[in-house]
């Protein structure tokens, strides 16, 4: 079983949706980073949790430390959200981060 | 723009040849990271450096190896490819490599091996 694991592994949705993507993981962990990987490859870090809920525009980032779970949301979703997002945990027991598989996400117009 | 820089950006080679990439971290970053991305895959992590000296190894093959220099920039040197290692090869950076550090990507440097 992997320690970190993400769903949906593909979502398509049409623009405007409300889009929610999973991460549960099984290590202790110091942080959580949610990252986002666009069609040409380039990676962007889109938030670091150790706790609670991060918003940045229309991207939320919640993480409950007892379930061992985050999501990340989407509001109105867009075209231009199209990618491939990353949950990747910070062990507390080296210094590697582990990551998830991904989720491919298309939005369609 | 996340300030970490690779080059170069794509690299073409043989078999049995050897390159470098390069990286050079955001301004104050003291830790740099090496990543690799094959085809349809997650990210493996290579290994890490801070400061100069390597602080954690993933899953990184004998035939590679980094090293991080004094102005801290950092190279990834890949020898005796095999078709296997073409991939693109990600840098990032974070102030200290440790516990609560967010990492910064650069473009990655897409590596096919011919």
């Known amino acids: 079983k992997n320690e970190v694991e993400q769903s949906p592994q593909n979502l398509t949705a049409q623009e405007g949706e409300f889009i929610t993507i999973n991460c549960s993981y099984s290590v202790g962990i110091s942080a959580l980073h949610w990252l986002q990987q666009h069609p040409g490859g380039g990676i962007v870090s889109l938030f670091m949790l150790s706790s609670g809920k991060k918003k940045h525009g229309r991207l939320i980032a919640t993480i409950n430390i007892q379930e061992k779970h985050s999501s990340l949301h989407i509001t109105a979703s867009h075209p231009r959200d199209s990618a491939v997002y990353i949950c990747a945990v910070k062990s507390l027991s080296n210094y590697q981060l582990i990551w998830g598989a991904g989720t491919k996400l298309i939005i369609k117009p | 723009d996340s300030g970490v820089t690779q080059t170069p950006k794509h690299l073409i080679t043989a078999t049995g040849q050897r390159v470098t990439l390069r990286c050079s971290p955001r301004s104050g970053d003291l830790s740099v990271y090496w990543y690799q991305q094959s085809l349809d895959q997650g990210l493996q992590f290579l290994i890490q450096y801070y400061n100069g000296e390597e602080r954690a190894k993933g899953n990184i093959l004998e035939r590679f190896s980094a090293q991080q220099f004094p102005d801290l920039h950092s190279e990834l040197n890949l020898s005796s490819l095999e078709l296997g290692d073409s991939a693109l090869y990600f840098c990032?950076?974070?102030?200290?490599?440790?516990?609560?550090?967010?990492?910064?990507f650069g473009p990655g440097t897409r590596l096919t091996v011919l």
């Open positions: 990032a950076s974070s102030v200290e490599g440790a516990g609560t550090d967010t990492q910064y």
